[in-house]
Every structure is written in structure tokens, then in C-alpha cells.
């Protein structure tokens, strides 16, 4: 069965653009270019990925992807942006986006993203182990994470990420690694993804999040984790 895409972009070339070149790719593509039809259509349709315009009328897509997360949906979430700056990458990051892409774009490289994201949230946790360090437990199979027993509130990205850091304790991550085994996919030129999961996942974990205990920057080469 086609995996299905909820595009929801007000710009209608590129929406008929990147529909078309979608359903080339056997991807079932519905689209709309009002945020708020986006969020009915998203929150009572069952969905494989969501892309999701940052400006759009009725309701922007921070909004859009705000409410979705707060209503429990889980699909991923790539979100578009002309402006490029990192601040609006790091809002639709932090509201429960998985992953993001700077208009303008090269259609192959939103392609990885779509491709690796479904891929991913199509795969079961592998990991049976709870991981503990100081008062935190972190269950990867059930994607509990939790500090003298009360959960903390990741999202599901953070979980992969720092399931994977405690894996590999000790060991120096690239961020294209990290990329590819987390994400799914090679590192592209621009992208800062890794980084700006890793500073909210220090926010959520960390004693003191601009001086990291568990999750350490290796200047030049990535992060490691030591707890």
C-alpha cells in the first residue's frame, strides 16, 4: 500500500510541484493550503508524514504542528521555511517537529528525510534494556524516560537520540552518524538538526544544561555520552 503524505502548503506551484513529483515516487498525496483544514484533515486522517509550511493563512504551521502533538499524533512532521533562520527551526523543533528543510530546497533531499522518517516510525524499538545514570532510568522499549521515578517529558526523537548515545557510551558520535543512524539519513550541507535535538534533550536531562554532565561536545568532531 502507497504510503500516504498530508502536504499542507498555501503556495500552489509548489504544492502542484511537489505533489506531482510525490505521487511520481508512489507516494498517496492529499494536500491543502489553509493551516487550519490541515490540522481537521491531520487530526481525523490516518497519515504516514505530514509536510507542514511554516506560513500559512488561518494557522501558521507552528500552530498547526502544536496542536497536533497536544492531541496525542504522533506522525512525523517535516516542517518547510523560507525565512532560513535557525530560530524558526528550533521553534518547530521544539513543538514536537521531527525534522525540517530551508526553502528553497533540492527535492532529493526532502525525499531522504521523507523516506528515512517513514522508515523509522515504521520500525519497532529494538531495545529491551533500561539504562540507568545518577537518578535517571531510561527504558528504550517502552520510551520511558524518567528521574527519581518521575517521567520526563521527551519527545520521541530525543528518546532515539539518547538511546543511542547510551549505547554507544564513550564513544565519539559524528553528527553524521548520528544522522544516519538516528535520522536515517546522510548529513546534508546546512542542516544543524543534531545539534538543536541534543540542546533541548540537555535542557530536559542535564543538572546544569550550558555546562553538560551526561552528554559532552567533542569540539571538532560530535558529542559522546559519559554517564
Known amino acids: 500500500m502507497n504510503k500516504r503524505i498530508l502536504l ?11 505533489s506531482d513529483r510525490l505521487k511520481a515516487e508512489n507516494y498517496h498525496v492529499e494536500s491543502s493550503g489553509d493551516g487550519v483544514i ?11 508524514l505530514i509536510i507542514l509550511d511554516v506560513m500559512l493563512p488561518g494557522l501558521n504551521g507552528f500552530d498547526v504542528c502544536r496542536d497536533l502533538r497536544q492531541k496525542g499524533i504522533d506522525t512525523p512532521i517535516i516542517m518547510l521555511t523560507a525565512r532560513g533562520q535557525v530560530t524558526d527551526c528550533v521553534v518547530g523543533l521544539k513543538l514536537g517537529a521531527d525534522d525540517y528543510v530551508t ?4 527535492f532529493i533531499e526532502l525525499l531522504a528525510r521523507i523516506e528515512a522518517l517513514i522508515r523509522r516510525a515504521a520500525k519497532p524499538a529494538p531495545d529491551t534494556e533500561v539504562y540507568r545514570f545518577d537518578s535517571i532510568s531510561v527504558d528504550c522499549r517502552r520510551a520511558v524516560v524518567e528521574r527519581d521515578g518521575k517521567p520526563i517529558e521527551l519527545k520521541a526523537r530525543e528518546i532515539r537520540l539518547l538511546c543511542y548515545l547510551i549505547k554507544n557510551r564513550g564513544a565519539v558520535l559524528t553528527r553524521d552518524q548520528l544522522l544516519n ?8 550541507p546546512t ?3 543534531v545539534d538543536v535535538h541534543v540542546a533541548a534533550l ?6 546544569v544544561p550550558y555546562s553538560p554532565r551526561y552528554i559532552l561536545t567533542v569540539h571538532g568532531l560530535g558529542y559522546k555520552f559519559v554517564g
Open 8 to 18: 499542507v502548503e498555501d503556495e500552489p506551484r509548489l504544492a502542484r510541484t511537489l
Open 38 to 48: 490541515g490540522l481537521e484533515r491531520a487530526s481525523q486522517e490516518s497519515f504516514d
Open 103 to 106: 526553502k528553497p530546497f533540492k
Open 181 to 188: 543512524e538516528v535520522w536515517g539519513y546522510d548529513a546534508m
Open 191 to 193: 542542516t544543524r538538526t
Open 202 to 207: 540537555r535542557q530536559k536531562i542535564e543538572p
